[in-house]
């Protein structure tokens, strides 16, 4: 809303809200500040090589009421119009960027990059609105089209491309997993190989230590039991000694008694000899017994 007349000067804008006017001195009018979509359709526009084409983009367009000095411009230049209006001048003014540009593009630019078309009109519209008071939104190309079939032709150009490089990318792909295969065929061989060797070296170093062992096993083994023999024997032998050592003890003592029987008998003997033969003492039953019996002693 923009209030004039008396005691407003300049006149008071304002952006949404409410505001007392005194009637016949006062003045009030209104401007929209809608977002406006507008369709910009530009036909059989030339393009840098000469053929003509029509775009048609889509934009969305707004008087800026937040900011003073662009409102007061939009103030200036649209007060007392309608809505379709602005609209249709802001068209207008969007067309004439978006005809200048194709012109210096062509068409192969614009199908194919369309985010780079969009963006140079956004940019020069911008800039022009701008000095209205309008803020460019947004723009997006929609569509293009031509009565020459010069985009169907270049479609089947680029369909033909595109089915070539198919096929010959279809055709190395196969010549690479050929050769990707055969490699990999020739890494397993190769691995399978290494592995096998791998084992075999393996198997030798376990067959090599394990002959080691056993013989090392085997002469400790065999050393003890030659050791235990010695010591059996050595055992034996002792036992043996020991055995003789009493049979010579004991053969000692028999001896020892035999003497000691011999001497004691000859001793009797020759007390019996020097016995007077007159004596008339009675002699002891034993005595008597002792002289008649014969005695005899046996050596081993």
């Given at each position: 809303m923009?209030?004039s007349?008396?005691?407003?000067s300049?006149?008071?804008m304002?952006?949404?809200?409410r ?6 001195i ?7 500040l ?12 030339y393009?840098r ?9 889509i ?8 900011n003073?000095e662009?409102?007061?411009?939009a103030?200036?230049?649209?007060m ?15 067309e ?6 194709i ?18 009109v956004?940019?020069v519209?911008?800039s022009d609105?701008?000095?209205m008071g309008?803020?460019?939104v947004?723009?997006t ?9 010069y985009?169907?032709?270049?479609g089947k150009a ?7 490089d198919a096929?010959?990318?279809e055709?190395?792909?196969k010549?690479d997993?050929?050769m ?5 065929m020739?890494?397993?061989?190769s ?8 084992m075999?070296k ?5 067959e090599l ?6 013989y090392?096993?085997n002469?400790?083994?065999a050393?003890s ?9 050595k055992?034996?032998?002792?036992i043996?000694?020991?055995k003789?050592?009493v ?14 029987e ?7 003997r020759w ?24 005695w005899?002693?046996?050596f081993?």
């Amino acid at each position: 809303m923009v209030v004039s007349g008396f005691g407003r000067s300049p006149p008071l804008m304002i952006a949404g809200g409410r505001v007392f006017v005194f009637p016949c001195i006062q003045k009030i009018q209104r401007i929209t500040l809608n977002t406006l979509t507008l369709n910009v359709k530009s036909d059989k526009v030339y393009t840098r090589h000469g053929v003509p084409i029509s775009v048609t983009g889509i934009a969305q367009v707004k008087i800026q009421g937040q900011n003073k000095e662009m409102l007061a411009t939009a103030c200036q230049m649209f007060m007392g119009k309608s809505e379709s209006e602005i609209a249709q001048i802001a068209l207008e003014t969007l067309e004439g960027h978006q005809r200048a540009i194709i012109a210096h593009l062509t068409v192969e630019e614009i199908y194919q990059d369309r985010k780079k078309f969009s963006e140079q009109v956004f940019k020069v519209a911008s800039s022009d609105l701008v000095n209205m008071g309008i803020g460019v939104v947004s723009y997006t190309l929609k569509d293009v089209h031509d009565d020459q079939d010069y985009l169907q032709s270049l479609g089947k150009a680029r369909t033909a491309q595109v089915q070539r490089d198919a096929r010959i990318g279809e055709a190395q792909y196969k010549r690479d997993a050929v050769m990707k295969e055969a490699h990999a065929m020739q890494e397993k061989v190769s691995a399978q190989y290494k592995n096998e060797i791998e084992m075999a070296k393996a198997q030798r170093d376990f067959e090599l230590k394990k002959a080691a062992y056993d013989y090392e096993v085997n002469t400790k083994k065999a050393e003890s039991e030659m050791a235990y023999q010695l010591q059996v024997a050595k055992t034996k032998q002792r036992i043996e000694e020991e055995k003789m050592q009493v049979q010579v003890v004991e053969r000692s003592q028999q001896i020892t008694l035999q003497e000691q029987e011999i001497i004691r008998k000859e001793k009797d003997r020759w007390s019996r000899r020097q016995r007077p033969l007159s004596s008339t003492k009675m002699e002891p039953w034993w005595t008597c017994c002792w002289r008649t019996c014969h005695w005899s002693v046996c050596f081993p």
